[in-house]
């Protein structure tokens, strides 16, 4: 079931400029995650924010996290032609005993150009 | 190094003929799973296990099996494969504990079914 929604779905900036993605839910979560892919490759996990947080930085990462919006954001700053990636953001909605996983979104595409 | 390995990379095989592809971990991670992912879908979870035995469906479990025999591998099976089970897959895994979220992915098998 779907349950995080990127916006945009494709983006496309300038080298040295901040790209900003958007991911937004639908029920309460317990963390929210971010995943970076590589055309084709296996999704690689960048930052993960907890319900009880609201910003947390890595790097050139910057995430934030409102949850009475249920939305998330991802700032990529000083981008390179290196971070052209699909960007994924998860939620994690497991309550006490329960089973279920992170839910993907679809991904934002970034193009970064030289 | 800490990693989780699919096989193979690529596959292409016909209608009705029985296939699988591995995953392995070497991690201890309890929580295993498997996910496709189809361009405008985004991923979709298929099966996942929380430990050894122990197997439950995702979303889009229909024309798939799994297993969990041992901790560190979890194969994916395809008793009769069909031209809609043409996807790029993955294989998953993470410890299973509410504070430590992060999955990691292997590098995905392309599977063509003709």
């Known amino acids: 079931s779907q349950q995080g929604e990127e916006d945009p779905q494709a983006l496309s900036i300038q080298e040295g400029e901040n790209a900003t993605m958007n991911c937004s839910y639908k029920t309460s979560i317990n963390n929210l995650q971010w995943y970076r892919q590589n055309s084709g490759r296996g999704l690689v996990h960048l930052i993960l924010i907890r319900s009880n947080e609201r910003e947390k930085h890595s790097g050139r990462l910057r995430v934030t996290l409102d949850t009475s919006k249920k939305s998330s954001s991802l700032l990529i700053t000083a981008s390179r032609a290196a971070d052209t990636a699909s960007y994924f953001c998860?939620?994690?909605?497991?309550?006490?005993?329960?089973?279920?996983?992170?839910?993907f979104g679809k991904g934002t595409h970034l193009i970064i150009q030289p | 190094e800490a990693q989780v390995t699919q096989n193979p990379r690529y596959l292409i095989t016909v209608t009705g003929k029985k296939l699988t592809v591995t995953c392995s971990q070497n991690m201890n991670h309890e929580y295993m799973s498997w996910y496709r992912q189809d361009p405008g879908l985004g991923l979709r979870q298929i099966y996942y296990s929380m430990n050894v035995e122990v197997t439950d469906k995702g979303d889009v479990p229909e024309g798939y099996k799994v297993s969990r025999k041992e901790k560190r591998n979890f194969p994916l099976i395809l008793e009769s494969p069909s031209p809609n089970q043409t996807s790029l897959y993955f294989c998953?895994?993470?410890?299973?504990?509410?504070?430590?979220?992060?999955?990691?992915f292997g590098s995905g098998t392309q599977l063509s079914v003709l």
């Open positions: 998860a939620t994690d909605a497991r309550s006490g005993g329960g089973a279920d996983g992170l839910t």
């Open positions: 998953a895994s993470r410890a299973w504990d509410l504070r430590a979220g992060k999955l990691f």
